[in-house]
């Protein structure tokens, strides 16, 4: 009687996984993750908001790195709907694989890109990390919806940390 219990808990819960389900579960529990949140800081020329990037990891001091996400007026758009220029929905993403960018790729995304899918439905595609050349200096500051890093010395580091700690998960809060 007693496996029979334990068997249906382990199919339910398995059911009830999501999408990714699978990914998760063969992760280590104590796996590195980064985290988007507001702050309530701007950059000083264009008025973007300043979200912070943390790079979490258990049994080492977090590391922050400025970036933006969206447009400076665009903040309150709707966040799942395609084409706002609104910042990234909040919940949980895939972390995808660091990506080397070449002359082919728009200037305005940088060296590298690291593509992010959400856990969950919303409009929104085609997500990432990139670095925001333009961050602060003219009117292509901001982004069309992804974490744009302020600085590239940052972009270089992330992408790299991402690589070395195999970073699967970006959880970004409201």
Sequence with gaps: MRSRF????????????PAFGQEIATQPLDA???????????LAITGDPIWNLELQTPGSDSLD????????????????????RAPLPPGTYSVGPVEALGPQ???????VWIGLEPRFPTGRGH????LDPSANRNANSGTL??????????MLMLASLIEQRKVRKLVVME
């Design 127 to 130: 997500l990432g990390i990139h």
């Design 145 to 154: 919806g992804c974490v744009g890093l302020i600085h590239s010395d940052d």
């Design 105 to 111: 790729d728009p200037a305005e995304l940088g060296p």
């Design 32 to 42: 590195s993750r980064l985290v988007l949140s507001r702050t309530d800081r701007r």
């Design 65 to 84: 790195f400025e970036t933006v996400t969206g447009r400076a007026h665009r903040q309150n758009a709707d966040r799942h709907r395609a084409g706002t």
């Design 6 to 17: 334990c068997s249906l808990a382990l199919l339910l819960a398995a059911t009830a996984a």
